[in-house]
C-alpha cells in the first residue's frame, strides 16, 4: 500500500461499486435524516471510553489505486474497529445488499487501519442504532490482517480493471471530441453565432441565456459546442435537460446526427464515436412490471440485480448508445430492471438527456452525483423559459383535509391520535382564517396566511414522526396510501423548515369540510441559485427569454451571467402580421367576443385554406368558440384539445396536420400545442391568439405580485405581463419554422395595439397591420 496513485477512490464508492450483491430492494423502510444520522454517530460516540477514537481518516494505495475515507470509530483497549449505521425499526427489515456493503466497508477500513498501525487482527464492529430507542445492536466479528489485505486487494482489483476502462474511454473520448466536425456542410443562419456564445460559456466557466429564434437548430446549436469544449476545458459530463418528452427526442436526433449513435461493434476506427449518451426516463415509463413492488419476492428484474448488474453494466458503456429503447434492450438481456441500471449508468455516461428535474429538484440525482465526485458538468438547458414555472412546482408542497380525514378513519390506533391532533389543527385553522367549513356562502374560499401555521407544521411533523415509527415496527403495514401521507407530510415539512420570503402558505376551500394547505414556492431563484453554482457552465436556451432580467432575478442566475440574443434569420416579409383592436377578449367581454372571433377564423381560412390553430386563454373560452364556430361554419373541418389528453390522443392531434390538408385546431395557450411541436411547412400556416396569456388576477396572483413587488420593484411585469406575452410568442412561433415557410399571425386582443406591449413581440415580425372596430375599452391591462 504504498505506490504513487493514479487513481483515487473514496471506500464507500469502492464498496458500492465492487461489493454489493443479492437483489435489489426498494421496500419501503423508514430512513432517518441525515441530521439524526449525524446526531445517532455522536451519540454512539459519546457513550465510549476515554480512549475511543472518532472519525479516523484512513487511507492505502493498492497498484496505483488510493482508497481513503473516514472510520467511525476505534476502539484502542478492546482493539474494535468500528462502523455505525443508524436506522429505524426492526434490522431484519434490511436488504442483504445493503448488510453486505456494511461488512464490506468495514472490512476495508480494517484492512487500511491494519497496514497503518502494524495490528496483526482487529475485531470488526457493525454498530446498528435505532435513533427512536437509542437502543444498539451490534455484529463483531474477528479477521486477520492477512485476511483483510486479501479483501482489499480483492476489491482494488475489480475497482481498477473498470477504473483502467473508464481512463482510457475519456482518453479516447476527448481525442475525438477533439477532430469532432460539424455535421452539415455550413450552420443555419444564426446558429453559428448561438454555437460560438456556448462554446465561450463553456470555456469561461458561465452560465449563458440564449434567446435564439425558433427553426435555426439549437439543440444542435448548443450540444456541439459543448462536445468540443469536453477535452479543451476538461469537462467531465454534459447534461442535456429538457421540459417535455420530444425535447429528449431532440437531443439525441441532434447527438445522433454527430455520430454518437454508431455502435462500437459494427463501427470502424474512423466512424467510432467512443461517446457514452444516456437517455433518463420517468421510472412509471421505465418499469416493465407496472404494479410490482421493487425487491425480489415480487419483481423478477429486482431478483438477483446486483449480481447481474456488473455484466449489465460492462455491456451497456460497450453498447455506449442508451435511449430508453437500446437501454431496455440491454437491461432484457441481462434480466436487470431497466430503470435502475439507468440510475447506475448515469455514473458512467458523458451526456446525459432527461427531464430538468434530475439537476433542479431537491433530491436531484445528477446534481447529487455531480457533488459527490466532483464533476465539472456542462448543463444545457432547452425551453428554459418554462424553468420558472417548472422550479416553483418542485419546491411547492400542499394537503387535502378531506383525503387526511378520509385516511384516517382507515387508520390503525396506533396512528388515530396523532391524526386526530391534525384534524384539530386543520379546523382550528380554517377557522382562525375565517373560511367557513361548512361552506356557508359569502365565506372566503381562499386566504393568504401571514406565515407557517405553527400548530399545524408542529402536528404534521407529530404525524410523520408516528407514521415514521410505526411503519419501522410494523413493515408488514406500508400501504400504498400511507407510504404516501408520509411522504407527503414529510415534503411540506422539510419546505417548512427552509420557509421564507421565497414562498408563501394559502390556505383554500373547496367546499364542506375540504380544505387545501399550500406552501408555495414564489421566487425559485433561493432553490436553484446552489444548483447552479455547483455547474461549471450553463447555456440556458429558448425563443422565448426576454426580459433577461425576469429570468435572472427568478432563477437565481450568477451575476456573471451573460445574455445573447441571437438574431432570426427570417424576414418580416415571411409573417403576415395583423391585430384585431376591436376585440376584447377580457372576462367580462368574452360573450361578445365570439362573434367578431370566428368571424376572422373562417374569413382567413377562407382566403387562404390550409391548417391553422387557434388559441384560447382557457377550455371554457375555447369550448364556448368552438360550438359557435360549427354552428356558424359546420363546413370547414376543426380537431380540438380536450382537458387531460393522453399521449396518444396529442399525437394524433398532430398527424392531422398533414401536409396538403385543410383544418382549424383549437387548443389552449400555455398548452401541449403551444410550444414544442414543429408543424413546419404548410403542416401550419397560420395561428390566431385570442387572448394576452395573463393569470388571472385571482388572490393568489396578487400575493404573488406584491410579493415580486417587494422583492424585485417589478410585481405586475413578474406575476403578469412577461409571463403572459412569453406565451403568446411562443404559440406565434408554431407558424414559421424554416426559411421557406410563410404564414399569418391574428392577435384578437385591443390590448395588443398598445405600444408598450408590441415592444415586447419580436423584432423580426415587422410593424402589425391593426384593424379597429367600435369604441376601445379601457386602457388597462
Known amino acids: 500500500m504504498g505506490e504513487a496513485a493514479t487513481w483515487r477512490v473514496a471506500v464507500r464508492t469502492l464498496c458500492d461499486f465492487t461489493a454489493r450483491e443479492g437483489d435489489l430492494d426498494h421496500r419501503f423502510t423508514p430512513a432517518p435524516s441525515a441530521r439524526e444520522g449525524i446526531d445517532g454517530h455522536a451519540l454512539v460516540a459519546g457513550r465510549r471510553g476515554d480512549g475511543y477514537e472518532a472519525e479516523i481518516p484512513l487511507s492505502g494505495t493498492f497498484e496505483g489505486l488510493t482508497v481513503s475515507g473516514r472510520a467511525d470509530g476505534y476502539d484502542p483497549l478492546a482493539n474494535r474497529l468500528e462502523e455505525v449505521k443508524t436506522h429505524r425499526g426492526r434490522l431484519d427489515r434490511m436488504a442483504d445488499n445493503q448488510r453486505a456493503l456494511h461488512w464490506a466497508q468495514v472490512s476495508v477500513y480494517g484492512a487500511l487501519l491494519c497496514a497503518e498501525r502494524g495490528l496483526a487482527s482487529v475485531t470488526l464492529a457493525l454498530v446498528y442504532l435505532d435513533i427512536a430507542t437509542g437502543r444498539e445492536t451490534v455484529l463483531t466479528r474477528e479477521a486477520s490482517a492477512a485476511e483483510l489485505a486479501a479483501f482489499f486487494e480483492t476489491q482494488c482489483r475489480r475497482y481498477l480493471?473498470?477504473?483502467?476502462?473508464?481512463?482510457?474511454?475519456?482518453?479516447?473520448?476527448?481525442?475525438?471530441?477533439?477532430?469532432?466536425?460539424?455535421?452539415?456542410?455550413d450552420f443555419r443562419p444564426g446558429q453559428r453565432d448561438l454555437a460560438e456564445s456556448a462554446y465561450k460559456a463553456a470555456s469561461t466557466g458561465r452560465c449563458l441565456l440564449a434567446q435564439a429564434p425558433t427553426g435555426i437548430g439549437k439543440t444542435l446549436g448548443t450540444l456541439y459546442p459543448l462536445l468540443m469544449a469536453m477535452p479543451r476545458r476538461g469537462l467531465d459530463r454534459i447534461a442535456f435537460l429538457t421540459m417535455k418528452t420530444p425535447g429528449r427526442r431532440l437531443?439525441?436526433?441532434?447527438?445522433?446526427?454527430?455520430?454518437?449513435?454508431?455502435p462500437a461493434a459494427d463501427a470502424t476506427d474512423t466512424e467510432r464515436r467512443p461517446l457514452r449518451v444516456l437517455e433518463l426516463t420517468a421510472r412509471d415509463k421505465a418499469c416493465e412490471y407496472p404494479g410490482r413492488a421493487c425487491h425480489g419476492e415480487a419483481c423478477p428484474l429486482a431478483a438477483g440485480f446486483y449480481d447481474?448488474?456488473?455484466a449489465a453494466r460492462q455491456a451497456a458503456?460497450?453498447?455506449g448508445w442508451l435511449d430508453r429503447a437500446s437501454l431496455r434492450e440491454v437491461a432484457g438481456e441481462h434480466g436487470v430492471c431497466p430503470y435502475y441500471l439507468g440510475q447506475e449508468l448515469a455514473r458512467w455516461c458523458d451526456v446525459v438527456v432527461g427531464d430538468v428535474n434530475h439537476w433542479f429538484d431537491a433530491n436531484a440525482l445528477?446534481?447529487?452525483?455531480?457533488?459527490?465526485?466532483?464533476?465539472?458538468?456542462?448543463?444545457?438547458?432547452?425551453?428554459?423559459?418554462?424553468?420558472?414555472e417548472r422550479a416553483r412546482a418542485m419546491y411547492s408542497a400542499e394537503l387535502d383535509q378531506r383525503r387526511l380525514a378520509r385516511l384516517r378513519r382507515a387508520m390503525p390506533m396506533p396512528l388515530k391520535r396523532p391524526l386526530g391532533r391534525l384534524a384539530r389543527q386543520w379546523q382550528a385553522l380554517v377557522k382562525e382564517a375565517g373560511l367557513d367549513e361548512a361552506g356557508q356562502p359569502g365565506a372566503p374560499a381562499y386566504r393568504v396566511l401571514e406565515g407557517l401555521p405553527a400548530g399545524m407544521v408542529a402536528a404534521l411533523q407529530g404525524v410523520a414522526s408516528a407514521i415514521t415509527e410505526y411503519l419501522g415496527e410494523?413493515?408488514?403495514?406500508?400501504?400504498?396510501?400511507?407510504?404516501?401521507?408520509?411522504?407527503?407530510?414529510l415534503a411540506f415539512t422539510r419546505l417548512a423548515e427552509r420557509f421564507g420570503d421565497h414562498s408563501l402558505c394559502d390556505l383554500a376551500r373547496h367546499g364542506r369540510g375540504r380544505a387545501v394547505l399550500g406552501l408555495r414556492n414564489l421566487v425559485p431563484a433561493d432553490f436553484l441559485a446552489p444548483r447552479f453554482e455547483a455547474a461549471h457552465a450553463a447555456v440556458l436556451f429558448s425563443a422565448t427569454l426576454s426580459p433577461a432580467h425576469f429570468h435572472r432575478d427568478l432563477l437565481g442566475l450568477p451575476e456573471a451571467t451573460v445574455w445573447r440574443e441571437v438574431a432570426s434569420p427570417f424576414a418580416a416579409e415571411q409573417l403576415e402580421l395583423r391585430i384585431r383592436a376591436d376585440i376584447s377578449t377580457r372576462l367580462r367581454d368574452r360573450e361578445a367576443s365570439l362573434e367578431p372571433i370566428v368571424s376572422e377564423l373562417a374569413g382567413q381560412f377562407r382566403r387562404r385554406p390550409g391548417h391553422y390553430l387557434a388559441f384560447f386563454s382557457s377550455f371554457a373560452y375555447l369550448d364556448a368558440a368552438l360550438a359557435c364556430f360549427c354552428e356558424a361554419h359546420p363546413d370547414i373541418p376543426v380537431r380540438t384539445q380536450t382537458r387531460g389528453m393522453r399521449e396518444e390522443a396529442r399525437e394524433d392531434f398532430l398527424a392531422g396536420f398533414a401536409p396538403g390538408g385543410e383544418s382549424i385546431g383549437f387548443a389552449v395557450l400555455g398548452g401541449a400545442f403551444a410550444e414544442g411541436i414543429d408543424l413546419p411547412g404548410d403542416r401550419l400556416i397560420g395561428a390566431f391568439i385570442a387572448t394576452l396569456g395573463l393569470p388571472p388576477a385571482d388572490p393568489f396572483n396578487e400575493a404573488l405580485k406584491a410579493r415580486l413587488a417587494a422583492r424585485f420593484g417589478r410585481g405586475d411585469d413578474?406575476?403578469?405581463?412577461?409571463?403572459?406575452?412569453?406565451?403568446?410568442?411562443?404559440?406565434?412561433?408554431?407558424?414559421?419554422?424554416?426559411?421557406?415557410?410563410?404564414?399569418?399571425?391574428?392577435?384578437?386582443?385591443d390590448r395588443f395595439a398598445r405600444r408598450e406591449v408590441r415592444a415586447r413581440l419580436p423584432a423580426w415580425w415587422g410593424p402589425p397591420v391593426t384593424t379597429r372596430g367600435g369604441a376601445a375599452p379601457p386602457a388597462r391591462w
Do not use: C
Open 718 to 749: 413578474y406575476a403578469y405581463h412577461i409571463p403572459g406575452l412569453i406565451k403568446v410568442v411562443q404559440a406565434a412561433g408554431r407558424v414559421i419554422r424554416g426559411p421557406g415557410d410563410e404564414g399569418t399571425v391574428v392577435l384578437m386582443d
Open 308 to 310: 447481474r448488474l456488473p
Open 366 to 388: 445528477l446534481h447529487g452525483l455531480a457533488r459527490a465526485n466532483g464533476w465539472r458538468t456542462g448543463l444545457l438547458v432547452d425551453e428554459a423559459h418554462n424553468l420558472v
Open 251 to 262: 437531443a439525441l436526433d441532434a447527438l445522433s446526427a454527430l455520430g454518437a449513435d454508431v
Open 474 to 489: 410494523h413493515p408488514e403495514e406500508a400501504s400504498l396510501e400511507l407510504q404516501e401521507l408520509l411522504f407527503e407530510a
Open 161 to 185: 480493471a473498470w477504473a483502467a476502462q473508464e481512463a482510457e474511454h475519456r482518453a479516447r473520448r476527448d481525442a475525438a471530441l477533439v477532430g469532432l466536425a460539424f455535421p452539415h456542410p
Open 317 to 319: 458503456v460497450t453498447r
